[in-house]
Structure formats: C-alpha cells, structure tokens
C-alpha cells in the first residue's frame, strides 16, 4: 500500500545537521563550564531537550503532511477501469485491482 505521507528527504537532512550542529555546540558548552557555576543546568535540560523537540517535529510534520495529501487525493476527480470498473482515486495511470492501463 502506497505511503500517503512522506518527510522530504531535503527537509530531514537540513533538521538532522541542524541538531546534530545543536548537541554538538550544547555539549561543548556544558564541557567548558562543568567547573563553574554557570548556566550548566540549563544547556544539559537543552540537551535532554533538544532530541525530544526533534522527534515532535517528525511527528507533527507527517500528521500535517498527512492530512493535506488526504484531502488533495480525495479532490482528484474520479476515473474508472474499463476492464473491472475499479474507481482510481490515486491518480495513476494503471488501475489498483487489475493493472490495466486508465484512458481519460
């Protein structure tokens, strides 16, 4: 069964860098002030922090994905075989059931 959502790949290489570029610069900074009295609690509750907010934004971003593309293959207009009758509402040009090839 054909996925109805799906993370460009674009978009998780730029969010995976991006926190990846965060752990590191989060980690390097709580390295550097482990032996004062610093904001150290504050970058390790950003470190724990940071994994959580990425994995929340896979998930928001494919129920959102997922939602649009619903209602865009449901606005498709409808084709029909002409071997089965099988209605085609993915907007391919071969039928789900039968495989034959859908004339407009």
Same mark, same amino acid.
């Not at 069964?1 to 978009?11: A, E, F, N, T, V």
């Not at 940071?50 to 929340?56: E, G, N, Q, S």
């Given at each position: 069964?054909?996925?109805?959502?799906?993370?460009? #790949?674009?978009?998780?290489?730029?969010?995976? *860098?991006?926190?990846? *570029?965060? +752990?590191?610069? &989060? /980690? *390097?900074?709580?390295?550097?002030?482990?032996?004062?009295?610093?904001?150290?609690? $504050? %970058?390790? /509750? %950003?470190?724990?922090?940071?994994?959580?907010? /990425? &994995?929340?934004?896979?998930?928001?971003?494919?129920?959102?994905?997922?939602?649009?593309?619903?209602? #865009?293959? +449901?606005?498709?207009?409808?084709? $029909?075989? @002409?071997?089965?009758? +099988?209605?085609? @509402?993915?907007?391919?040009?071969?039928?789900?059931?039968?495989? +034959? %090839? &859908? &004339?407009?």
């Amino acid at each position: 069964m054909k996925k109805l959502y799906q993370i460009p #790949k674009s978009q998780l290489i730029v969010i995976m *860098i991006f926190s990846v *570029i965060g +752990e590191f610069v &989060i /980690f *390097i900074s709580l390295v550097d002030c482990s032996d004062s009295y610093g904001n150290c609690g $504050f %970058l390790g /509750f %950003l470190s724990v922090l940071l994994p959580f907010l /990425f &994995i929340f934004y896979l998930v928001g971003w494919k129920h959102y994905n997922k939602s649009n593309l619903v209602t #865009k293959i +449901e606005n498709v207009p409808s084709k $029909f075989c @002409t071997k089965c009758g +099988e209605k085609n @509402t993915l907007n391919s040009k071969y039928c789900v059931k039968c495989g +034959e %090839l &859908i &004339i407009n």
